[in-house]
Structure formats: structure tokens, C-alpha cells
């Protein structure tokens, strides 16, 4: 029996592996590693499928310094600048996106986090989309306190969004104007005040194989069970636009670890997707079963349609 297969038994029979193992994961034969990811995708998530859409609620002049993010005000990128989006045009897009079948809709905004003026306003839109609209309500708000969480949650809404985006290691590396513990935090604070939250990572940034590892652990010790995987996009004027993007086998692989690592979770393709020649495809068969579709915040995404087309054919229920 190889490695893979003894691991996906041990995880079936209801275990847990080491870091250890996932390390040995890394080097097993590829399409077995594949192949056995989606095994255990289907014996603990069936072919339910998780699709999300988000708007951009405020976009760009950011106080933090990510240096992959278009919107950080320490870079000279093209990227749109606007405050807060009224509650109309949010209310507008939910709409949309709930009349072709989507059933999870996710408002981001930028910056370290929304003041508290900027949280009531939110507030009130999540409340009206709520009233008007089918839908369920994500937020990415930034590194708020339990106080705003529980504000959020009475309005309505469902879920926070906040991506731990690296491992503890490597996070010093990414972004100096806040740190990990501040998004453990946060994650924590929003769990406090009764929300479920959103956080997984960008892959890409100069991490080791460690990193990526250590960012999934981090994830299962904190009980997150949505996980978006982010594949870099390099954007000209960012201190990483000129790092070479990984290929399809590399988001597979990840993908397919993660999932021995998170047997249960709703592991989520995100921001990068697009830069896939497959658009994902390869991924969903390996133990990915979650999406962003729609527009991608600061990137081209693709079209909600011909996501739930793909879907479809390869057995998902959305």
C-alpha cells in the first residue's frame, strides 16, 4: 500500500495527519495524490458544491502594505479608487448574482478595517439585501473587534472573510503594518460574536512547501471549515509582480494536500483561478469543491454561467 493510500485510510478512519505526513504527500506520484484528494472529498462533502460571488465595497488607497495587493497605497498600480458603495448598488449586484442560482454573496472592502461610522453603513446594507434578496451574506471588513462582529452578525449576515494569507513564518515576509496574531485575532473575534468565518491563503508569495503546510494547520487548529486557495497574480507595480506564477500541477497538488489535511472543509478556488488555462477544472478533481465566481475583486474572473456549466459536468450540486 503506498503512502497516499495508507494516509487517505487513516483519514477515513477518522484521523488526523502530521505535518510529518503532509510533507510526505508532497512527494508522492502526482495523479495517485490526485485521484485519492477527491476519494476523500466525496466521502466527507459528497458532491455538494460551494459557489460564492463578492463585489468590491470600497476599493483602494489601502493603509497596508501587502505586497501583493493592487490597492496598498504604498504602490503605483491601475487599480480603481472608491469609497463605500451605497446600499442601493449593493443591494443591486446581490440581485443579480441571486437570480442565476447563486446562494452565497460576499461583501470586501479595503483597508485595515472599517471605522465604525463605515460599519453602521455596511450594516445597513447587509440588512437591506437581507430583507430583499435571497441570499446569504458574507463579509471582508478587516481586522474588527467582537463589538462590530456582533453589529455585522445582528444585521444579518452569515460569515466573515479574513485570510490568514501565509504561515506564521512567512507572514513578517508578506506584510510588516500588521502581523498574524492580528488576523488569528480577528478570526477569533468573529467566531466570538457567533460568525462562521472564511480564511485560507494566497500561494505564490515565496513560500516554502512548510509555509503551505503550516498555513493549513493553522486553518484546522482554528476550526475553519472555508478555505479559499489563492494563486498569485503578479500585478505590475507590486513588490511581487515579477514572481513567477505557479502552474496548474502546483494548485493541484496544494489543493489535493489541503484536502488530506482538511478532509471536511469546503476548500475554495479564489483570486488566480482565471489565470488557469483549465479555469480550475484540474483542482475540482482534486479534492477542491468550492469557488468565487463572478468578478475578482482587482482581477478579471469569469462568468458565473459558464462556471455552473463546468460544474455541473463533472457531477457537482451547487
Known amino acids: ?27 508522492e506520484p ?23 460571488t463578492i463585489i468590491n465595497g470600497k476599493s483602494g488607497r489601502c493603509s497596508e502594505d501587502c505586497k ?50 463605515e460599519v453602521d453603513r455596511m450594516c445597513e446594507a447587509v440588512r437591506t439585501v437581507r430583507e430583499q434578496v ?5 463579509v471582508s471588513f478587516g481586522l474588527l473587534g467582537e463589538e462590530q462582529f456582533r453589529k455585522i452578525k445582528d444585521a444579518g449576515a452569515v460569515r466573515v472573510h479574513n485570510n490568514l494569507e501565509t504561515s506564521r513564518r512567512n507572514f513578517q515576509n508578506v506584510c510588516t503594518t500588521h502581523t498574524f496574531e492580528d488576523k488569528v485575532n480577528a478570526i477569533k473575534a468573529a467566531k466570538a ?14 513560500e516554502t512547501v512548510e509555509d503551505r503546510i503550516d498555513m493549513a494547520f493553522s486553518l484546522r487548529e482554528l476550526g475553519i471549515r472555508s478555505v479559499p486557495v489563492n494563486m498569485l497574480n503578479p500585478i505590475p507595480g ?6 513567477t506564477r505557479l502552474t496548474v500541477e502546483d494548485m493541484r497538488r496544494i489543493v489535493a494536500v489541503y484536502r488530506f489535511i482538511l478532509p471536511d472543509a469546503a476548500i475554495r478556488l479564489a483570486g488566480g483561478r ?45
Request: aromatic letters at 10%; charged letters at 25%; glycine letters at 10%.
Open 238 to 243: 507590486t513588490p511581487y509582480g515579477d514572481h
Open 30 to 52: 502526482f495523479e495517485e495524490l490526485c485521484l485519492k484528494a477527491d476519494e476523500i472529498r466525496r466521502h466527507f462533502c459528497g458532491n455538494d458544491f460551494d459557489l460564492c
Open 193 to 206: 460574536a457567533g460568525l462562521s468565518v472564511c480564511s485560507g491563503g494566497i500561494m505564490g508569495l515565496g
Open 134 to 138: 435571497n441570499i446569504k451574506v458574507c
Open 274 to 318: 482565471g489565470l488557469m488555462a483549465d479555469k480550475g477544472e484540474g483542482c475540482f478533481r482534486s479534492g477542491a469543491n468550492a469557488a468565487i465566481s463572478g468578478d475578482m475583486l482587482t482581477t478579471a474572473g469569469y462568468t458565473i454561467e459558464t462556471d455552473l456549466q463546468m460544474l455541473r459536468r463533472l457531477g457537482y450540486e451547487i
Open 68 to 117: 501583493y495587493c493592487a490597492q496598498s497605497a504604498y504602490y503605483h498600480t491601475p487599480a480603481e479608487e472608491y469609497p463605500l458603495l451605497d446600499t442601493a448598488e449593493i443591494v443591486r449586484q446581490a440581485k443579480y448574482n441571486a437570480d442565476r442560482g447563486v446562494l452565497r454573496y460576499s461583501v470586501v472592502t479595503s483597508g485595515r478595517a472599517l471605522a465604525d461610522w
Open 1 to 27: 500500500m503506498t503512502v497516499t493510500e495508507q494516509l487517505k485510510e487513516k483519514i477515513w478512519d477518522g484521523g488526523r495527519i502530521t505535518r510529518e505526513e503532509a510533507a510526505l504527500l508532497y512527494e
